[in-house]
């Protein structure tokens, strides 16, 4: 569509800026779809293995899977078999779902050192 996105960004921060100073709050959180911080990242499911995703950066969560928790512990180089895996991404759904945020890279990282460790 021909759109100068980063532009068109500046227009809507500069907005947020001006309600910001006359509300007392902002009306786009960091993490809006959109123009928001976040917008590089991308919620796990199945398009994770689809090749236009692979620089992408993942909100680690309840929501991801085997597939988005293998990818960030093997670019760390850790190896971890197919058993290790399933217990691995369950306790990152777990702990994501108890403290009811995102994990970091490196959270998904301690937990798979835990489970290599354990068996």
Not at 73 to 101: P, Q, Y
């Amino acid at each position: 569509m021909g759109v100068d996105q980063e532009s068109l960004r500046e227009v809507y921060a500069r907005v947020d800026q001006l309600i910001a100073e006359e509300l007392g709050t902002s009306l786009m959180p960091p993490n809006c779809p959109i123009f928001g911080e976040s917008l590089s990242i991308h919620t796990p499911g199945t398009h994770v293995t689809a090749e236009e995703f692979r620089a992408a950066e993942f909100s680690v969560n309840v929501y991801c899977g085997r597939t988005t928790v293998k990818r960030i512990v093997e670019e760390r180089g850790i190896s971890v078999d197919d058993e290790a895996m399933r217990v691995v991404t369950s306790r990152v759904k777990d702990r994501s779902a108890s403290t009811g945020r995102v994990l970091t890279y490196d959270e998904v990282v301690d937990i798979a050192k835990e489970v290599l460790q354990r068996r």
